[in-house]
């Protein structure tokens, strides 16, 4: 259902998505890791069609995003690292707006906005506001706004970042009830949780793809530059993808 072609992003001199290629099938949870910096949002930016590539395409069931992409738009779900929320209105003020501004029929809007409330536990705040709820809240109303026309594609930057750890286990609980019905593209640091829900992951690294594999292929573990296979967490793959510079490297950065 998307299709990521070739895609480079450039910002000057600085080379942030490289080359990168990949497939995603109706239906994954895709837990998409890299180090800060890696080229994680400016890939997602792109694929939602928020920020053009310097070269390649981005498709979606087969359109390219950039020749339809108000249509494109109906069918991706996008909450970015930071959430676009309007403080000052109420939960359902805003949901409502979003509502709108996404296209949902006035015929649909009320029952939407109730399933939406529902399904991201928001109802019991519905009536406050935004600048008075906690960052976990915040994050589900950021959810919220994200699946209201109810897209096939959910693109979600980091939206574990900064939660305690009962809010990381609400939003990825969300998350995973998400997989019935959309394909979920999600940036994340918190790798212990991810490999709970992800069915695949992809790692970039200095803006290049270096990992796409089915999470159960990964964690049976094969180290780099090594034969051996042992089963290992996410974390440890991750780990021994960025290994620590030595001494002399990292005396040399500095
Ligand atoms: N608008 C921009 N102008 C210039 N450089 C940018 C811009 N956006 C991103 N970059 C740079 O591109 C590189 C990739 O940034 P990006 O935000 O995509 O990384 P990331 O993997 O999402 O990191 P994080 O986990 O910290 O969010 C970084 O070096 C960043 O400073």
Known sequence: MLTVEYISKSFGALQAVDNVSFEINQGD???????????????????????????????????????????????????????????????????????????????????????????????????????TLSKGYKQRVGIAQAIIHEPKLLILDEPTSGLDPMQVQQVLALINQQREQRTVLLSTHTLPEIEKIARRILMIKSGQLIIDEPLDTLLKGKVPHDNKASPMTLEQVFINHHPAPTLTQHLSNL
């Open 29 to 131: 949870i895709v837990g998409f890791l890299g180090k800060n910096g890696a080229g994680k949002s400016t890939l997602m930016r792109i694929i939602t069609a928020f920020l053009a590539p310097s070269s390649g395409r981005v498709f979606i069931d087969g359109d390219d995003i950039t020749k339809h992409s108000l249509a494109i738009r109906q069918k991706i779900g996008y909450l970015p690292e930071t959430p676009p929320l309007y403080n000052n209105m109420t939960v359902l003020q805003y949901v409502k707006f979003a509502a709108e501004i996404k296209g949902v029929s006035s015929k649909n809007q009320k029952h939407q906005i109730a399933k939406t409330l529902e399904e991201c536990q928001l109802a019991h705040v519905k009536h406050k506001i935004i600048s």
